[in-house]
């Protein structure tokens, strides 16, 4: 039984991290109707900064910071100097110059990391294990959860409750209304992507000590967020976190019985939902576009 | 659309023009027929991807799931089932129309962006499964010495691919210079009008995905003659977004376009893809330079099409929320 527990909570642990990556890519897409495809790399930016600093400094907190902090201004810088002067065009060209900058960033992680193995031990404060029913679970995974979770209650307070948050939510229903408004709407899409690639970066560097990241491969984090997107109903935050926990779960679950080909399981959940209600779970008939 | 004979006349001395260079090229200077091979095989992946992008209008990221699906089953219908060759190419012709069928019912069950992301996925899917199922050999792909007996030597086999690919372009000309072609553009400028016709644009979308799933499969099938095997990177989303990079480079809303994108990156991928294993880079670079100065690739600068097409991908991703309001 403690069995299905431990895996029940790394499942949630994981769920709630890519919940973490497709939360920022929902508020980019919904908000500038781009698909960020550079987010796995700013992911793994986040992992190799916290990696850096962590080994520099010693802190891992730090670390994280750092990562929160210089992909948001990398990410402020993306939008502000080479997706503002495209916003005109037709969104498809914004979303191939996104690839673009992924692949860009890609390869100068492997440039200045080099080709190898990214992770670390999990920090001392963090490293001990806590008894549940009769075996010793991790607390940093519990410790994920409890982050994640007070993220996602921080972002709907945002959402909900603040002026800010009532204009990301206008935006996402009528950007020209806004506009009209007297609001500056540029100025908010890069906010908004700022936070999207905070997020995401967060999540990377809180990934770092579990799995890491290969600097030569590209990251499957993208993949598993563009899965959790369409499963959950694109440019839906709700979708997002109900979507990135049935996948972080059966991803944990179908990591026991059927070892090989779990990494399968996003893209097969993925079109199983397309199979059965194309908009997603939580999306809007008339949204689905 | 002026003056349809002169049109024709101008393409084929352009198709003769590109056959005679690649004669000359691979006669007098040796050892590049194994590159003009590759470009050539390319060249037909680029153009088939084109017919669902710039053509069909459709987000085609998963096009290397077709070029894979055409070479591997190729493979496999030789070495393991043993097919006389003849009958395994019709053969992966028949599958690769059955299978770029399926696809085009799971993929247009979505629109536009997320059908990009889905096509993307399924590439993802397709690409593990090659990384993981035994019989697809593991990560590692099947080696079979596959070319034609009568074109085993380089030069032989570049000009065997050189036929190959001049009918296929016949063939995708004639589609795309077709009666047939109208209702595609029409469907790219105005679906919902085109509904009001009559006409049933569902369908009709999905027979493009399968005219270009085809063609890409029949690359696909010349690519692993020329690289004796099927080997997994050749369902890797790179493909994919490389076809769409080599439309973009040459101008999506041309016929010969995708053909010059694929030459110049494939001569990329070769040459400088050989020396550094910053390829992405370059891949990335290429990207961002012809949005910021040819969105409408080299070909398409100034054309009369352009204005047209650009007003079609706004329709194709609206940019604003008036959808809600159909």
């Given at each position: 039984?403690?069995?299905?527990?431990?895996?029940?909570?790394?499942?949630?642990?994981?769920?709630?991290?890519?919940?973490?990556?497709?939360?920022?890519?929902?508020?980019?897409?919904?908000?500038?109707?781009?698909?960020?495809?550079?987010?796995?790399?700013?992911?793994?930016?986040?992992?190799?900064?916290?990696?850096?600093?962590?080994?520099?400094?010693?802190?891992?907190?730090?670390?994280?910071?750092?990562?929160?902090?210089?992909?948001?201004?990398l990410?402020?810088?993306?939008?502000?100097?080479?997706?503002?002067?495209?916003?005109?065009?037709?969104?498809?060209?914004q979303?191939?110059?996104?690839?673009?900058?992924?692949?860009?960033?890609?390869?100068?992680?492997?440039?200045?990391?080099?080709?190898?193995?990214?992770?670390?031990?999990?920090?001392?404060?963090?490293?001990?294990?806590?008894?549940?029913?009769?075996?010793?679970?991790?607390?940093?995974?519990?410790?994920?959860?409890?982050?994640?979770?007070?993220?996602?209650?921080?972002?709907?307070?945002?959402?909900?409750?603040?002026?800010?948050?009532?204009?990301?939510?206008?935006?996402?229903?009528n950007?020209?209304?806004?506009?009209?408004?007297?609001?500056?709407?540029?100025?908010?899409?890069?906010?908004?992507?700022?936070?999207?690639?905070?997020?995401?970066?967060?999540?990377?560097?809180?990934?770092?000590?579990?799995?890491?990241?290969?600097?030569?491969?590209?990251?499957?984090?993208?993949?598993?967020?563009?899965?959790?997107?369409?499963?959950?109903?694109?440019?839906?935050?709700?979708?997002?976190?109900?979507?990135?926990?049935?996948?972080?779960?059966?991803?944990?679950?179908?990591?026991?019985?059927?070892?090989?080909?779990?990494?399968?399981?996003p893209?097969?959940?993925?079109?199983?939902?397309?199979?059965?209600?194309?908009?997603?779970?939580?999306?809007?008939?008339?949204?689905?576009g | 659309?002026?003056?349809?004979?002169?049109?024709?006349?101008?393409?084929?001395?352009i198709?003769?023009?590109?056959?005679a260079?690649?004669?000359?090229?691979s006669?007098?200077?040796p050892?590049?027929?194994?590159?003009?091979?590759?470009?050539?095989?390319?060249?037909?992946?680029?153009?088939?991807?084109?017919?669902?992008?710039?053509?069909?209008?459709?987000?085609?990221?998963?096009?290397?799931?077709?070029?894979?699906?055409?070479?591997?089953?190729?493979?496999?219908?030789?070495?393991?089932?043993?097919?006389?060759?003849?009958?395994?190419?019709?053969?992966?012709?028949?599958?690769?129309?059955i299978?770029?069928?399926?696809?085009?019912?799971?993929?247009?069950r979505?629109?536009?962006?997320?059908?990009?992301?889905?096509f993307?996925?399924?590439?993802?899917?397709?690409?593990?499964?090659?990384?993981y199922?035994?019989?697809?050999?593991?990560?590692?792909?099947?080696?079979?010495?596959?070319?034609?007996?009568?074109?085993?030597?380089?030069?032989?086999?570049?000009?065997?691919?050189?036929?190959?690919?001049?009918?296929?372009?016949?063939?995708m000309?004639k589609?795309?210079?077709?009666?047939?072609?109208q209702?595609?553009?029409?469907?790219?400028?105005?679906?919902?009008?085109?509904?009001?016709?009559?006409?049933?644009?569902?369908?009709?979308?999905?027979?493009?995905?399968v005219?270009?799933?085809?063609?890409?499969?029949?690359?696909?099938?010349?690519?692993?003659?020329?690289?004796?095997g099927?080997?997994?990177?050749y369902?890797?989303?790179?493909?994919?977004?490389q076809?769409?990079?080599?439309?973009?480079?040459?101008?999506?809303?041309?016929?010969?376009?995708?053909?010059?994108?694929?030459?110049?990156?494939?001569?990329?991928?070769?040459?400088?893809?050989?020396?550094?294993?910053?390829?992405?880079?370059?891949l990335?670079?290429?990207?961002?330079?012809?949005?910021?100065?040819?969105?409408?690739?080299?070909?398409?600068?100034?054309?009369?099409?352009?204005?047209?097409?650009?007003?079609?991908?706004?329709?194709?991703?609206p940019?604003?929320?008036?959808?809600?309001?159909?």
């Amino acid at each position: 039984m403690s069995i299905y527990l431990y895996q029940f909570l790394t499942g949630l642990s994981s769920g709630l991290l890519y919940f973490l990556t497709a939360a920022g890519m929902a508020i980019i897409v919904s908000g500038l109707n781009v698909i960020n495809f550079g987010q796995g790399a700013f992911c793994m930016f986040g992992t190799l900064l916290c990696y850096s600093v962590y080994e520099a400094t010693g802190s891992f907190f730090l670390g994280v910071a750092a990562a929160v902090v210089v992909a948001g201004v990398l990410g402020g810088y993306v939008t502000e100097a080479m997706l503002r002067p495209i916003y005109k065009r037709p969104p498809l060209f914004q979303l191939l110059l996104t690839m673009g900058v992924g692949y860009l960033l890609q390869d100068f992680f492997l440039f200045a990391w080099g080709n190898r193995m990214i992770s670390a031990s999990v920090p001392e404060i963090l490293n001990f294990r806590v008894n549940l029913l009769g075996l010793p679970f991790p607390f940093y995974y519990i410790f994920l959860i409890i982050i994640s979770l007070i993220i996602c209650a921080v972002m709907l307070f945002v959402f909900k409750k603040t002026k800010i948050g009532m204009i990301f939510r206008a935006i996402i229903t009528n950007r020209d209304m806004v506009d009209c408004m007297g609001i500056n709407v540029k100025k908010m899409n890069s906010l908004m992507f700022i936070v999207g690639i905070s997020l995401t970066a967060l999540a990377g560097a809180l990934n770092l000590p579990i799995t890491g990241t290969q600097t030569a491969a590209e990251s499957p984090v993208l993949f598993t967020a563009m899965a959790v997107l369409i499963i959950g109903g694109i440019g839906e935050i709700k979708g997002a976190f109900i979507g990135a926990l049935i996948v972080g779960m059966c991803t944990s679950f179908g990591a026991m019985f059927f070892s090989q080909y779990y990494s399968l399981i996003p893209s097969l959940l993925m079109v199983l939902v397309l199979l059965i209600k194309p908009e997603g779970l939580c999306g809007k008939k008339t949204n689905a576009g | 659309m002026t003056s349809k004979p002169f049109r024709y006349r101008k393409d084929l001395i352009i198709g003769i023009v590109i056959i005679a260079v690649f004669l000359l090229l691979s006669f007098f200077i040796p050892g590049t027929s194994f590159l003009l091979a590759r470009i050539l095989i390319m060249m037909l992946f680029a153009t088939g991807v084109n017919i669902m992008f710039g053509y069909g209008g459709m987000i085609a990221f998963g096009n290397a799931i077709f070029l894979g699906f055409g070479s591997y089953s190729f493979i496999l219908l030789l070495s393991k089932a043993g097919i006389p060759y003849a009958a395994a190419i019709l053969l992966t012709l028949v599958m690769t129309m059955i299978f770029s069928f399926l696809i085009a019912l799971l993929v247009l069950r979505v629109q536009a962006l997320t059908l990009g992301m889905l096509f993307m996925g399924l590439n993802l899917l397709v690409y593990n499964l090659g990384n993981y199922v035994p019989l697809l050999g593991r990560g590692v792909g099947i080696s079979y010495a596959s070319r034609p007996s009568f074109a085993l030597d380089d030069r032989s086999f570049l000009i065997f691919t050189l036929v190959i690919v001049a009918v296929c372009f016949v063939l995708m000309y004639k589609i795309l210079h077709s009666p047939f072609n109208q209702i595609i553009k029409g469907i790219r400028e105005n679906e919902m009008r085109l509904t009001f016709v009559g006409i049933n644009t569902k369908q009709v979308k999905r027979l493009m995905i399968v005219v270009s799933g085809t063609f890409c499969g029949i690359s696909g099938v010349l690519y692993s003659m020329l690289n004796s095997g099927a080997y997994v990177t050749y369902l890797d989303t790179d493909i994919s977004i490389q076809g769409l990079a080599m439309c973009l480079l040459g101008g999506m809303f041309t016929f010969w376009g995708p053909s010059i994108g694929a030459a110049v990156i494939t001569f990329i991928n070769v040459y400088i893809g050989g020396m550094t294993i910053y390829h992405r880079f370059i891949l990335g670079i290429i990207l961002i330079l012809v949005i910021y100065f040819f969105p409408g690739g080299v070909l398409g600068y100034g054309n009369e099409d352009e204005v047209s097409a650009r007003k079609f991908i706004k329709k194709l991703i609206p940019s604003g929320k008036e959808k809600k309001d159909e």
